[in-house]
C-alpha cells in the first residue's frame, strides 16, 4: 500500500521556466511533510517542508503548497535551473513518531537548456 | 549542515556471503539512526529504527534475522546482511536527526551503499 504517492516518474522543463512537482498522500494521520532531493549515487538531501497547519511555505525559489482536504502537495521550483536536475521525492510523517518517515517514489525533474 | 557517512558506497558479494555497511554521524551525536532500502525505481523504503544501545525495530516484513543492525555508539551503527543472495540487490541508505530536529522529520541521509550480489 502505496502511502505516498508521485504519478509522474520524469518532468522535463526549461530553464528559467516554472518547475511543479506533485505528490498525493492516503494517511490522514500525516501532519508534516517534506521534499527531498537525490542525485544519482548520493544520498538525499533535505529541501523544504510544510507542517499541515500551514498552506504554503517558500524558501528562495522552492515553495511548497499544501491542500489537505485533497491530501495533495505540490512543490514549485521557480525560475528552473539545470542544476535543479535530481530525482524529487515527497516524504510524510507523523510528528512526534521520531522522524519516521514514508517516501514517495520519485520525479526524475530534467531541466533543458 | 550535519554530516552522515556510508561506507562501503559500492560493494559486490557473492551469494551466501555477509556483508557490513557502516553508517556514520560525523559532527553530532544520533541516537537513532534510520535504515532504508530501494530497489530500482522504487520508493525509500525504511527497514529497521536503530536505536543506541538498544535493540533496533524492524519495520513489517523485514527480517530482523537477516539484516542485523547494530547501534553501539552514539555516531556509529551498522548494517550486516547476512547470507545474502541476489534479492537482497539494492541501494542501502542510512540516515539520522540531529538532536534539534528530531521531531520535524528532517533527515540527514548518507551517500547510499549499492549492493550487488552475484
Known amino acids: 500500500d502505496q502511502q505516498v504517492k508521485q504519478n509522474s516518474p520524469s518532468l522535463s522543463v526549461q530553464e528559467g521556466r516554472i518547475s511543479i512537482l506533485n505528490c498525493d498522500y492516503t494517511n490522514s494521520m500525516f501532519d508534516y511533510f517534506l521534499w527531498y532531493k537525490k542525485y544519482p549515487a548520493e544520498g538525499p538531501t533535505f529541501l523544504i517542508s510544510i507542517s499541515s497547519i500551514k498552506d504554503k511555505n517558500e524558501d528562495g525559489r522552492f515553495t511548497v503548497f499544501l491542500n489537505k482536504s485533497a491530501k495533495h502537495l505540490s512543490l514549485h521550483i521557480v525560475p528552473s535551473q539545470p542544476g535543479d536536475s535530481a530525482v524529487y521525492f515527497c516524504a510524510a510523517t507523523i510528528t512526534g513518531t521520531a522522524s519516521k518517515l514514508t517516501f514517495g517514489t520519485g520525479t526524475r525533474l530534467q531541466v533543458t537548456l | 549542515g550535519a554530516v552522515v557517512s556510508q561506507h562501503p558506497s559500492w560493494v559486490i558479494c557473492k551469494s551466501g556471503t555477509s556483508v557490513k555497511i557502516e553508517c556514520r554521524s560525523l559532527?553530532?551525536?544520533?541516537?537513532?539512526m534510520f535504515w532504508y532500502r530501494q530497489f530500482p525505481k522504487q520508493s525509500l523504503m525504511l527497514m529497521a529504527t536503530?536505536?543506541?544501545?538498544?535493540?533496533?525495530?524492524?519495520e513489517q516484513g523485514v527480517e530482523k534475522d537477516k539484516f542485523l543492525i547494530n547501534h553501539a555508539s552514539l555516531t556509529l551503527s551498522t548494517l550486516t546482511v547476512t547470507s545474502a543472495h541476489p534479492e537482497d540487490s539494492s541501494f542501502y541508505i542510512c540516515?539520522?536527526?540531529?538532536?534539534?530536529?528530531?521531531?520535524?522529520?528532517?533527515?540527514?541521509f548518507g551517500e547510499g551503499s549499492r549492493l550487488t550480489v552475484l
Open positions: 536503530s536505536n543506541e544501545g538498544s535493540k533496533a525495530t524492524y
Open positions: 540516515s539520522a536527526s540531529t538532536p534539534g530536529r528530531r521531531n520535524t522529520g528532517e533527515l540527514f
Open positions: 559532527d553530532f551525536q544520533a541516537t537513532t
